[in-house]
Protein backbone atom coordinates (compact mmCIF):
# COMPACT_ATOMS: atom_id res chain seq x y z
CA UNK A 1 0.00 0.00 0.00
CA UNK A 2 0.88 3.38 -0.67
CA UNK A 3 2.24 5.95 2.29
CA UNK A 4 -0.38 8.52 0.37
CA UNK A 5 -3.15 6.02 1.15
CA UNK A 6 -2.78 4.94 4.92
CA UNK A 7 -5.97 6.31 5.86
CA UNK A 8 -6.26 5.29 9.87
CA UNK A 9 -9.55 5.98 11.83
CA UNK A 10 -8.39 6.76 15.18
CA UNK A 11 -11.13 5.93 17.82
CA UNK A 12 -10.10 6.55 21.34
CA UNK A 13 -13.60 6.16 22.97
CA UNK A 14 -13.89 5.77 26.82
CA UNK A 15 -12.13 5.37 29.97
CA UNK A 16 -8.42 4.71 29.63
CA UNK A 17 -8.71 4.35 25.44
CA UNK A 18 -7.56 8.02 25.24
CA UNK A 19 -4.95 7.79 27.52
CA UNK A 20 -3.23 4.84 25.46
CA UNK A 21 -4.32 5.52 22.57
CA UNK A 22 -2.47 9.03 22.75
CA UNK A 23 0.93 6.98 23.37
CA UNK A 24 0.30 4.51 20.30
CA UNK A 25 -0.23 7.80 18.00
CA UNK A 26 3.40 9.34 19.25
CA UNK A 27 5.01 5.76 18.62
CA UNK A 28 3.23 6.04 15.40
CA UNK A 29 4.80 9.29 14.43
CA UNK A 30 7.71 8.06 15.74
CA UNK A 31 7.97 5.18 12.94
CA UNK A 32 6.83 7.83 10.37
CA UNK A 33 9.72 10.02 10.56
CA UNK A 34 12.29 6.74 11.42
CA UNK A 35 10.69 4.86 8.39
CA UNK A 36 9.72 7.84 6.24
CA UNK A 37 6.02 6.97 6.26
CA UNK A 38 2.73 8.61 6.06
CA UNK A 39 -0.45 8.31 7.66
CA UNK A 40 -3.24 10.17 7.42
CA UNK A 41 -4.99 10.21 11.26
CA UNK A 42 -8.36 11.34 11.43
CA UNK A 43 -10.15 11.08 14.88
CA UNK A 44 -13.83 10.07 15.62
CA UNK A 45 -16.00 9.68 19.07
CA UNK A 46 -17.29 6.42 19.60
CA UNK A 47 -18.74 4.64 22.65
CA UNK A 48 -20.05 7.44 25.88
CA UNK A 49 -17.78 9.81 24.34
CA UNK A 50 -20.12 9.89 21.49
CA UNK A 51 -23.13 9.48 23.41
CA UNK A 52 -22.57 12.69 25.38
CA UNK A 53 -21.49 14.54 21.45
CA UNK A 54 -23.58 13.28 19.16
CA UNK A 55 -26.35 10.85 21.13
CA UNK A 56 -25.49 7.53 19.80
CA UNK A 57 -22.39 5.27 20.90
CA UNK A 58 -21.57 4.80 17.12
CA UNK A 59 -22.56 7.73 14.73
CA UNK A 60 -23.20 8.06 11.41
CA UNK A 61 -19.80 9.80 10.78
CA UNK A 62 -18.12 7.35 12.69
CA UNK A 63 -18.98 4.51 10.90
CA UNK A 64 -18.65 6.10 7.51
CA UNK A 65 -14.82 7.41 8.71
CA UNK A 66 -14.19 3.92 9.12
CA UNK A 67 -15.65 2.28 6.06
CA UNK A 68 -13.77 5.09 4.06
CA UNK A 69 -10.35 4.23 5.96
CA UNK A 70 -7.93 1.69 5.82
CA UNK A 71 -7.85 0.33 9.19
CA UNK A 72 -9.09 1.53 12.49
CA UNK A 73 -7.49 2.22 15.61
CA UNK A 74 -9.96 1.73 18.59
CA UNK A 75 -9.00 2.62 22.20
CA UNK A 76 -12.14 1.05 24.26
CA UNK A 77 -15.74 1.91 25.46
CA UNK A 78 -18.18 1.36 28.43
CA UNK A 79 -18.67 3.41 31.71
CA UNK A 80 -19.94 0.88 34.12
CA UNK A 81 -21.28 3.93 36.14
CA UNK A 82 -23.47 5.40 33.19
CA UNK A 83 -24.35 1.76 31.10
CA UNK A 84 -27.32 0.93 33.69
CA UNK A 85 -29.34 4.05 32.34
CA UNK A 86 -29.69 2.68 28.62
CA UNK A 87 -31.00 -0.40 27.14
CA UNK A 88 -29.06 -3.61 26.48
CA UNK A 89 -29.39 -2.42 22.49
CA UNK A 90 -28.08 0.73 23.00
CA UNK A 91 -25.32 0.37 25.38
CA UNK A 92 -21.75 1.01 23.42
CA UNK A 93 -19.88 -2.36 23.89
CA UNK A 94 -22.59 -4.19 21.59
CA UNK A 95 -23.39 -0.91 19.24
CA UNK A 96 -19.60 0.39 19.08
CA UNK A 97 -18.38 -3.07 19.22
CA UNK A 98 -20.13 -5.28 17.21
CA UNK A 99 -20.85 -2.47 14.55
CA UNK A 100 -17.35 -1.63 13.50
CA UNK A 101 -16.21 -5.78 13.96
CA UNK A 102 -18.53 -6.57 11.56
CA UNK A 103 -17.43 -8.63 8.70
CA UNK A 104 -14.60 -9.48 10.31
CA UNK A 105 -13.98 -13.12 10.88
CA UNK A 106 -10.45 -13.37 11.84
CA UNK A 107 -9.63 -12.39 15.57
CA UNK A 108 -6.09 -12.56 16.05
CA UNK A 109 -4.77 -12.40 19.74
CA UNK A 110 -0.77 -12.85 20.31
CA UNK A 111 -0.39 -13.85 24.17
CA UNK A 112 3.40 -13.71 25.38
CA UNK A 113 4.80 -13.35 28.42
CA UNK A 114 8.42 -11.49 28.36
CA UNK A 115 10.87 -13.38 30.07
CA UNK A 116 11.66 -10.80 32.23
CA UNK A 117 8.06 -10.46 33.47
CA UNK A 118 7.55 -13.49 34.31
CA UNK A 119 7.01 -12.35 38.19
CA UNK A 120 3.94 -11.14 36.55
CA UNK A 121 2.51 -14.11 35.59
CA UNK A 122 -0.48 -15.92 38.13
CA UNK A 123 1.73 -19.53 36.83
CA UNK A 124 4.41 -20.56 38.93
CA UNK A 125 7.61 -19.75 37.24
CA UNK A 126 8.51 -23.37 36.45
CA UNK A 127 5.12 -23.31 34.39
CA UNK A 128 6.38 -20.50 32.69
CA UNK A 129 9.94 -21.21 32.19
CA UNK A 130 9.72 -22.52 28.80
CA UNK A 131 7.97 -19.19 27.82
CA UNK A 132 4.85 -18.16 26.41
CA UNK A 133 4.31 -17.28 23.11
CA UNK A 134 1.10 -17.96 21.15
CA UNK A 135 -1.50 -16.64 19.10
CA UNK A 136 -4.98 -17.27 19.01
CA UNK A 137 -6.76 -17.26 15.66
CA UNK A 138 -10.76 -17.03 16.91
CA UNK A 139 -13.26 -17.27 14.26
CA UNK A 140 -15.35 -13.98 15.17
CA UNK A 141 -18.84 -14.49 13.16
CA UNK A 142 -19.95 -17.15 12.74
CA UNK A 143 -21.18 -20.03 15.76
CA UNK A 144 -23.36 -19.60 19.18
CA UNK A 145 -23.26 -15.81 18.89
CA UNK A 146 -24.83 -15.28 15.38
CA UNK A 147 -26.88 -18.43 14.68
CA UNK A 148 -30.53 -18.99 14.31
CA UNK A 149 -33.08 -19.48 16.21
CA UNK A 150 -31.91 -17.58 19.15
CA UNK A 151 -34.19 -16.69 21.65
CA UNK A 152 -36.64 -16.88 24.56
CA UNK A 153 -39.96 -18.33 24.51
CA UNK A 154 -42.56 -18.39 27.87
CA UNK A 155 -44.13 -21.80 28.00
CA UNK A 156 -47.53 -22.99 28.71
CA UNK A 157 -47.14 -24.65 31.64
CA UNK A 158 -44.81 -21.42 33.30
CA UNK A 159 -41.44 -20.70 32.75
CA UNK A 160 -39.53 -20.39 29.43
CA UNK A 161 -37.29 -22.08 27.25
CA UNK A 162 -34.18 -20.35 25.73
CA UNK A 163 -32.64 -21.73 22.34
CA UNK A 164 -29.10 -20.75 21.17
CA UNK A 165 -28.15 -22.03 17.94
CA UNK A 166 -24.25 -23.26 17.03
CA UNK A 167 -23.78 -23.59 13.30
CA UNK A 168 -20.73 -23.37 10.77
CA UNK A 169 -20.21 -23.93 7.50
CA UNK A 170 -17.28 -25.75 5.76
CA UNK A 171 -16.63 -22.60 3.77
CA UNK A 172 -16.66 -20.63 7.62
CA UNK A 173 -14.42 -23.29 8.90
CA UNK A 174 -11.76 -23.29 5.72
CA UNK A 175 -11.91 -19.85 6.01
CA UNK A 176 -9.99 -19.10 9.10
CA UNK A 177 -8.69 -22.45 9.32
CA UNK A 178 -6.65 -20.95 6.41
CA UNK A 179 -5.44 -17.87 8.49
CA UNK A 180 -4.33 -20.62 11.36
CA UNK A 181 -2.24 -22.53 8.92
CA UNK A 182 -0.62 -19.38 7.43
CA UNK A 183 0.17 -17.91 10.98
CA UNK A 184 2.02 -20.86 11.92
CA UNK A 185 3.65 -20.89 8.96
CA UNK A 186 5.19 -17.14 9.86
CA UNK A 187 5.50 -18.70 13.20
CA UNK A 188 6.49 -21.79 15.25
CA UNK A 189 5.14 -24.42 12.38
CA UNK A 190 2.66 -25.83 14.93
CA UNK A 191 -1.24 -25.16 14.82
CA UNK A 192 -3.41 -26.96 17.42
CA UNK A 193 -7.15 -26.79 16.31
CA UNK A 194 -9.63 -26.70 19.12
CA UNK A 195 -13.19 -28.09 19.54
CA UNK A 196 -15.25 -30.62 21.07
CA UNK A 197 -15.73 -33.01 18.35
CA UNK A 198 -16.63 -35.98 20.70
CA UNK A 199 -20.34 -34.00 21.70
CA UNK A 200 -20.91 -31.18 18.64
CA UNK A 201 -21.68 -31.65 14.73
CA UNK A 202 -20.26 -28.26 14.95
CA UNK A 203 -16.98 -29.73 16.00
CA UNK A 204 -16.94 -33.22 14.15
CA UNK A 205 -17.43 -30.67 11.04
CA UNK A 206 -15.02 -28.61 12.32
CA UNK A 207 -12.10 -30.99 12.75
CA UNK A 208 -12.69 -32.92 9.43
CA UNK A 209 -12.46 -29.70 7.60
CA UNK A 210 -9.32 -28.26 9.65
CA UNK A 211 -7.85 -32.02 8.99
CA UNK A 212 -8.65 -32.11 4.84
CA UNK A 213 -7.06 -28.62 4.86
CA UNK A 214 -3.56 -29.88 6.52
CA UNK A 215 -2.37 -31.68 3.43
CA UNK A 216 -2.17 -28.54 1.72
CA UNK A 217 0.42 -26.90 4.57
CA UNK A 218 3.11 -29.63 4.87
CA UNK A 219 5.29 -27.73 6.93
CA UNK A 220 2.52 -27.06 9.88
CA UNK A 221 2.56 -30.04 12.34
CA UNK A 222 -1.76 -30.28 13.11
CA UNK A 223 -2.44 -31.03 16.46
CA UNK A 224 -6.19 -31.16 18.16
CA UNK A 225 -7.26 -31.27 21.36
CA UNK A 226 -11.00 -30.91 22.98
CA UNK A 227 -11.78 -27.24 24.69
CA UNK A 228 -12.09 -28.58 28.00
CA UNK A 229 -8.08 -29.96 27.88
CA UNK A 230 -6.75 -27.02 25.96
CA UNK A 231 -8.34 -24.57 28.76
CA UNK A 232 -6.19 -27.30 31.53
CA UNK A 233 -3.17 -26.96 28.94
CA UNK A 234 -3.17 -23.48 28.72
CA UNK A 235 -2.33 -23.26 32.17
CA UNK A 236 -0.57 -26.42 32.76
CA UNK A 237 1.73 -26.08 29.59
CA UNK A 238 1.54 -22.69 28.15
CA UNK A 239 4.96 -23.11 26.22
CA UNK A 240 3.58 -26.24 23.89
CA UNK A 241 1.06 -23.98 22.04
CA UNK A 242 2.24 -21.91 19.17
CA UNK A 243 -1.26 -21.21 17.27
CA UNK A 244 -4.46 -22.36 18.09
CA UNK A 245 -7.29 -22.11 15.77
CA UNK A 246 -11.07 -21.96 16.89
CA UNK A 247 -14.33 -21.48 16.57
CA UNK A 248 -16.36 -18.13 18.48
CA UNK A 249 -17.05 -18.93 21.78
CA UNK A 250 -14.16 -21.21 21.95
CA UNK A 251 -12.08 -18.61 21.19
CA UNK A 252 -13.70 -16.21 23.42
CA UNK A 253 -13.42 -18.11 27.05
CA UNK A 254 -9.75 -19.44 25.93
CA UNK A 255 -8.40 -16.00 24.87
CA UNK A 256 -9.53 -14.14 28.09
CA UNK A 257 -7.94 -17.40 30.01
CA UNK A 258 -4.75 -17.19 27.80
CA UNK A 259 -5.00 -13.36 28.83
CA UNK A 260 -3.83 -14.14 32.52
CA UNK A 261 -0.62 -15.75 31.14
CA UNK A 262 0.85 -12.16 30.16
CA UNK A 263 0.82 -10.63 33.23
CA UNK A 264 -1.23 -7.81 32.77
CA UNK A 265 -4.09 -7.07 30.54
CA UNK A 266 -2.21 -3.82 30.06
CA UNK A 267 -0.15 -5.86 27.61
CA UNK A 268 -1.98 -7.84 25.13
CA UNK A 269 -2.75 -5.76 21.53
CA UNK A 270 -5.59 -7.82 19.08
CA UNK A 271 -6.46 -7.88 15.23
CA UNK A 272 -9.94 -8.33 13.54
CA UNK A 273 -9.57 -8.97 9.96
CA UNK A 274 -11.72 -9.92 7.26
CA UNK A 275 -11.38 -10.56 3.63
CA UNK A 276 -10.80 -6.84 2.39
CA UNK A 277 -14.30 -5.60 2.31
CA UNK A 278 -14.88 -4.62 5.67
CA UNK A 279 -11.85 -2.24 7.29
CA UNK A 280 -9.58 -4.12 9.68
CA UNK A 281 -9.98 -2.88 13.52
CA UNK A 282 -7.28 -3.01 16.19
CA UNK A 283 -7.54 -2.58 19.48
CA UNK A 284 -6.08 -3.63 22.41
CA UNK A 285 -8.13 -6.24 24.55
CA UNK A 286 -8.13 -4.19 27.96
CA UNK A 287 -11.61 -2.27 28.48
CA UNK A 288 -11.84 1.23 29.70
CA UNK A 289 -10.86 0.68 32.97
CA UNK A 290 -12.66 3.05 34.78
CA UNK A 291 -10.92 2.34 38.21
CA UNK A 292 -7.61 3.96 37.10
CA UNK A 293 -8.90 6.46 33.89
CA UNK A 294 -7.74 10.27 34.31
CA UNK A 295 -4.90 8.87 36.21
CA UNK A 296 -2.22 8.75 34.03
CA UNK A 297 -1.50 5.35 35.32
CA UNK A 298 -2.64 2.75 32.47
CA UNK A 299 0.00 0.82 30.89
CA UNK A 300 -0.12 1.64 27.00
CA UNK A 301 1.75 -1.30 26.07
CA UNK A 302 -1.23 -2.67 24.83
CA UNK A 303 -2.24 -0.04 22.68
CA UNK A 304 1.78 0.15 21.22
CA UNK A 305 1.44 -3.19 20.58
CA UNK A 306 -1.58 -3.00 18.77
CA UNK A 307 -0.22 -0.21 16.49
CA UNK A 308 2.25 -2.90 15.51
CA UNK A 309 -0.15 -5.05 14.47
CA UNK A 310 -1.82 -2.86 12.54
CA UNK A 311 1.00 -1.85 10.68
CA UNK A 312 2.31 -5.05 10.06
CA UNK A 313 -1.37 -6.98 8.90
CA UNK A 314 -3.17 -3.60 7.78
CA UNK A 315 -0.03 -2.42 5.68
CA UNK A 316 2.30 -4.79 5.44
CA UNK A 317 4.80 -2.72 7.22
CA UNK A 318 6.66 -5.65 9.10
CA UNK A 319 9.88 -3.59 9.41
CA UNK A 320 7.97 -1.20 11.29
CA UNK A 321 6.10 -2.98 13.32
CA UNK A 322 9.21 -5.44 14.22
CA UNK A 323 10.83 -1.99 15.24
CA UNK A 324 8.12 -0.98 17.85
CA UNK A 325 7.55 -4.46 19.15
CA UNK A 326 11.80 -4.56 19.96
CA UNK A 327 11.18 -1.26 21.35
CA UNK A 328 8.44 -2.22 24.17
CA UNK A 329 11.19 -5.65 24.28
CA UNK A 330 14.10 -2.88 25.25
CA UNK A 331 12.06 -0.71 27.72
CA UNK A 332 10.94 -4.00 29.36
CA UNK A 333 14.46 -5.25 29.53
CA UNK A 334 15.94 -1.82 30.81
CA UNK A 335 13.78 -2.74 34.00
CA UNK A 336 10.81 0.28 32.91
CA UNK A 337 7.44 -0.86 34.65
CA UNK A 338 3.81 0.79 34.75
CA UNK A 339 2.37 0.22 37.94
CA UNK A 340 0.44 -2.80 36.65
CA UNK A 341 3.48 -4.51 35.97
CA UNK A 342 5.37 -3.25 39.43
CA UNK A 343 3.04 -4.61 41.87
CA UNK A 344 4.20 -3.09 45.01
CA UNK A 345 4.22 0.65 42.87
CA UNK A 346 7.78 1.18 43.67
CA UNK A 347 9.69 2.88 40.79
CA UNK A 348 6.48 2.43 38.26
CA UNK A 349 6.19 5.04 35.63
CA UNK A 350 3.07 6.71 34.35
CA UNK A 351 1.27 6.30 30.94
CA UNK A 352 2.75 9.10 28.89
CA UNK A 353 6.45 8.26 30.60
CA UNK A 354 6.15 4.73 29.24
CA UNK A 355 4.65 5.63 25.50
CA UNK A 356 8.21 8.36 25.47
CA UNK A 357 10.23 5.33 26.47
CA UNK A 358 8.75 3.30 23.44
CA UNK A 359 9.42 6.31 21.19
CA UNK A 360 12.89 6.87 22.26
CA UNK A 361 13.86 3.15 21.05
CA UNK A 362 12.22 2.97 17.97
CA UNK A 363 15.34 2.50 15.76
CA UNK A 364 15.44 0.72 12.15
CA UNK A 365 17.47 -1.98 12.45
P1 LIG B 1 -11.08 -3.65 31.98
O1 LIG B 1 -10.24 -4.35 30.98
O2 LIG B 1 -11.45 -2.25 31.65
O3 LIG B 1 -10.32 -3.66 33.40
C1 LIG B 1 -10.04 -4.86 34.12
C2 LIG B 1 -8.89 -4.59 35.12
O4 LIG B 1 -7.66 -4.48 34.39
C3 LIG B 1 -9.06 -3.27 35.87
O5 LIG B 1 -8.58 -3.42 37.18
C4 LIG B 1 -8.18 -2.31 35.11
O6 LIG B 1 -7.66 -1.25 35.91
C5 LIG B 1 -7.06 -3.22 34.61
N1 LIG B 1 -6.54 -2.74 33.35
C6 LIG B 1 -7.13 -2.86 32.13
N2 LIG B 1 -6.39 -2.29 31.19
C7 LIG B 1 -5.30 -1.79 31.81
C8 LIG B 1 -4.16 -1.08 31.35
N3 LIG B 1 -3.98 -0.74 30.05
N4 LIG B 1 -3.23 -0.71 32.26
C9 LIG B 1 -3.38 -1.04 33.55
N5 LIG B 1 -4.43 -1.72 34.04
C10 LIG B 1 -5.38 -2.09 33.17
O7 LIG B 1 -12.39 -4.53 32.21
P2 LIG B 1 -13.68 -4.20 33.08
O8 LIG B 1 -13.32 -3.45 34.32
O9 LIG B 1 -14.42 -5.47 33.17
O10 LIG B 1 -14.57 -3.25 32.15
C11 LIG B 1 -14.59 -1.82 32.27
C12 LIG B 1 -15.47 -1.27 31.15
O11 LIG B 1 -14.85 -1.56 29.88
C13 LIG B 1 -16.86 -1.90 31.09
O12 LIG B 1 -17.79 -0.90 30.74
C14 LIG B 1 -16.73 -2.96 30.02
O13 LIG B 1 -17.96 -3.26 29.42
C15 LIG B 1 -15.80 -2.26 29.05
N6 LIG B 1 -15.03 -3.15 28.16
C16 LIG B 1 -14.81 -2.68 26.91
C17 LIG B 1 -14.03 -3.43 26.04
C18 LIG B 1 -13.75 -2.85 24.68
O14 LIG B 1 -14.01 -1.68 24.45
N7 LIG B 1 -13.21 -3.63 23.76
C19 LIG B 1 -13.47 -4.65 26.45
C20 LIG B 1 -13.70 -5.08 27.76
C21 LIG B 1 -14.49 -4.31 28.61
Not at 6 to 28: M, N, Q, S
Not at 125 to 134: F, K, N, T
Not at 237 to 254: A, K, M, R, Y
Request: hydrophobic share 40%; charged share 20%; proline share 7%.
Amino acid sequence: MSPETTRIAVLPGDGIGPEVIAEGLKVLSRVEDVFGQRFRFTEAPVGWAAIDACGTALPEDTRRLCAESDAVFFGAVGDPSRDPSLPPGERPEPVALLGLRKGLHANLRPVRLHPCLADSSPLRPEVVAGGVDILIVRELTGGLYYGRPKGRTPLPAGGEQAVDTMAYTTAEIERIARVGFRSAQGRGGRLCSVDKANILATSQLWRDTVTALAGEYPDVALSHLYVDNCAMQLIRNPSEFDVIVTENTFGDILSDEASVLAGSMGMLPSACLGDGAATPFFEPIHGSAPDIAGQGIANPLAAILTAAMMLRHAFNLAPEAAAIEQAVDLALADGLRTADLSPAGAGAISCSAMGDAIVERIQRS
